[in-house]
């Protein structure tokens, strides 16, 4: 019976992977409507489950390779241990191949499945990296209409304040309302990098644009560049060490003047 148990971090996860019984799912999500805190914190945790979900559904769909077929490496590791079989112990080779079996499920699953990620990250210097990463947490939570923003803009010096500690550096919004945004409030996202900030704007018109900011690898600066993935823009650049990538769901050379704006009043707040 689950009725009286406490709910737990597991059910939280169990709850984001769908794997709760339909009782169970329904006493979790009486808690979360009665707990905000917890119900934002499934959020992130959905949120980033469907976002690594995007990321990794290209690699997902291609062949395995015939080297890592997992067929062929049993059965290529059963003619290595044919004449072991015969004149060692019996339960020698059985081990054996468990352990093939555990390495290829391992090293064959595992690493086939990053190796599109790694490769793709490695061919690509640290502001387009950076720029990928503020694209993929916009198109997560730019559609949110519920809540895209885990502090709101009433709480910008809290937010502020979080946000500056978690990434151990001082972090500044700029304000661009005289653009036409409103600033919505910000969260912190996870980047492959670390933990980031990510900024939330919008006009009278619902279109929402996004600032991530993150501590980069290197302590200077560099200049404005322009990225273009499909119908997201971004303009990305770096100043003491700190990235910034502004990205909307519009073109890179429109979001020109709202990047140099943003650049001109973080120079002076930083």
């Not at 990305?236 to 909307?248: D, F, I, P």
Request: aromatic share 6%; net charge negative.
């Amino acid at each position: 019976m689950n009725a009286g148990r406490p709910i737990t971090e597991e059910d939280f996860q169990a709850y984001v992977d769908h794997a709760l019984d339909e009782r169970r799912r329904e006493e979790v999500e009486e808690y979360l409507s009665t707990h905000p805190d917890a119900a934002r914190r499934v959020a992130a945790y959905t949120a980033q489950r469907e976002a690594l979900r995007a990321a990794l559904a290209p690699i997902a769909e291609e062949p395995v390779p015939d080297h890592l077929n997992l067929a062929r490496l049993v059965e290529a590791r059963q003619h290595r241990q044919a004449r072991s079989w015969l004149s060692g112990p019996g339960a020698g080779p059985w081990r054996n191949i468990a352990a093939a079996v555990a390495l290829v499920l391992i090293g064959g699953a595992g690493g086939w499945s990053m190796h599109g990620i790694t490769a793709g990250k490695a061919s690509m210097n640290p502001e387009s990296m950076l720029t990928q990463e503020a694209m993929d947490n916009y198109r997560v939570y730019a559609a949110d209409a519920v809540r895209p923003v885990e502090m709101h803009a009433g709480e910008q010096e809290q937010l502020l304040r979080w946000v500056s500690q978690r990434l151990d550096r001082k972090v500044a919004v700029p304000d661009l309302s005289a653009s036409g945004y409103r600033f919505m409030g910000g969260r912190l996202v996870a980047t492959a990098h670390g933990p980031g900030a990510m900024f939330f704007y919008d006009d009278s018109s619902g279109n929402r644009i996004a600032m991530l900011v993150r501590p980069m690898k290197h302590d200077g600066d560099a200049p404005m560049t322009e990225h273009q993935k499909d119908d997201v823009g971004g303009v990305t650049w770096c100043n003491r060490g700190m990235g910034y990538s502004l990205v909307a769901d519009a073109s890179a050379q429109a979001l020109h003047p709202l990047a140099d704006e943003a650049r001109r009043q973080l120079r002076t707040k930083i």
